[in-house]
Nanobody, 119 residues
Framework: QVQLVESGGGSVQPGGSLRLSCAPS????????MSWYRQAPGKQRELVAS???????NYADSAKGRFTISRDNAKNTVYLQMNSLKLEDTAVYYC?????????????WGQGTQVTVSS
């Protein structure tokens, strides 16, 4: 079983920055896509950004120009650099890894890390 461990959440003021990290604990698998989702209170979980093993990225409109997703394939680690944070970025952020095996996709979730933007 793959366990994803997230770190880097916290509280910042509007305009501040945070960097989230996520890596599997003890896994020897390689993963195809790595993504960050977030869920604000009372809202559905939404995709923030994703990156494939080849480095192709995709961002939600709300993240474009402010957030940068990157990955270190050797470490199986994904990062989310968040700049110019806004009040509406407050949410629990989850990483999600996709593993491909024999044509099937398997998805794994982190436990979530709280990001709070407040003045």
């Amino acid at each position: 079983q793959v366990q994803l461990v997230e770190s880097g959440g916290g509280s910042v003021q509007p305009g501040g920055s945070l960097r989230l990290s996520c890596a599997p604990s003890g896994s020897i698998f390689s993963f195809y896509a790595m993504s960050w989702y977030r869920q604000a209170p009372g809202k559905q979980r939404e995709l923030v950004a994703s990156i494939t093993s080849g480095g192709v990225t995709n961002y939600a409109d709300s993240a474009k120009g402010r957030f940068t997703i990157s990955r270190d394939n050797a470490k199986n680690t994904v990062y989310l650099q968040m700049n110019s944070l806004k009040l509406e970025d407050t949410a629990v952020y989850y990483c999600n890894f996709e593993k491909l095996n024999l044509g099937k996709s398997y998805y794994y979730w982190g436990q979530g890390t709280q990001v709070t933007v407040s003045s």
